[in-house]
Each structure stands twice: as C-alpha cells, then as structure tokens.
C-alpha cells in the first residue's frame, strides 16, 4: 500500500512538471510576445512597413509584370490572401506573426518578413 503511494505521489509530480513546462506558456504567449512590424520588400529594397497591431490591407504591384499581391494584416498576424502569380504558393503559406518568420512570392520578388520592435543586445558576434 505504500508502495501505491509513492508511485501516485510520482505521477502527479511529473504531471505537474508537464503542466509547467506546456500548458502554461502556451497560454501566455500572445501577452509575452511584442507586437512586430511587418516590412514588405520587393527586389530586395523596402517597399513598406507596417505595424501588426494595426488591421489593414496592403496591396503590392510588381512593376515588370504587372502582378499584384494583397496582404492582410490582422489580428497580430500578416498573409498573402490573393494573388496573381503562377504558382500561388505565397497564398497557401500561414500567417506570420513572429519574430523572423517570412512569406515569399519568387515570381513577384517580394518578400514580407516580421521583425521584433525589441532591439538586440548583440550587433555581431566576433571572435
């Protein structure tokens, strides 16, 4: 019997632990997360930057093909919701909303990307 126990006093140790280390930051990720901005670039110069906690629409026309794509930025997050390139497969990608985390359209060189308001620390690492 005391064998039982322990072994009931183990498991809800561990299922505390998993509590811990799974529940409880998935439930404050959006008030841990800063609000980025989302940077649109196109032939590798910026076109555009906006903030994510701001709902709009923003539509991007390629110059050389006469392509367009329309981005939606709502909710804290960026995605292509139309566009008229070949492959499509800017549409079919999910919304960002972190730090570093992109969409791109190669038929249209464009690039949406998010990047943090927090500035780093560290410039470079050197040696």
């Not at 390139?85 to 990608?93: G, H, I, K, R, S």
């Not at 730090?99 to 060189?109: A, F, K, M, N």
């Amino acid at each position: 019997m005391q064998k039982l126990k322990a072994d009931i006093f183990v498991i809800a140790v561990f299922m505390a632990a998993a509590l811990l280390f799974f529940v409880i930051p998935t439930l404050f990720r959006g008030q841990m997360q800063t609000a980025g901005i989302v940077e649109i670039l196109q032939d590798g110069e910026l076109t555009g930057s906006y903030p994510l906690s701001e709902d709009r629409i923003v539509t991007v026309t390629e110059a050389v093909q006469e392509g367009y794509n329309l981005i939606l930025i709502s909710g804290g997050s960026a995605k292509v919701t139309d566009a008229d390139c070949p492959d499509q497969l800017c549409m079919n990608q999910r919304g960002i909303s972190r730090d570093g985390e992109s969409i791109i359209c190669l038929p249209h060189r464009l690039v949406i990307r998010i990047q943090s308001q927090k500035e780093s620390g560290l410039d470079a690492v050197t040696n």
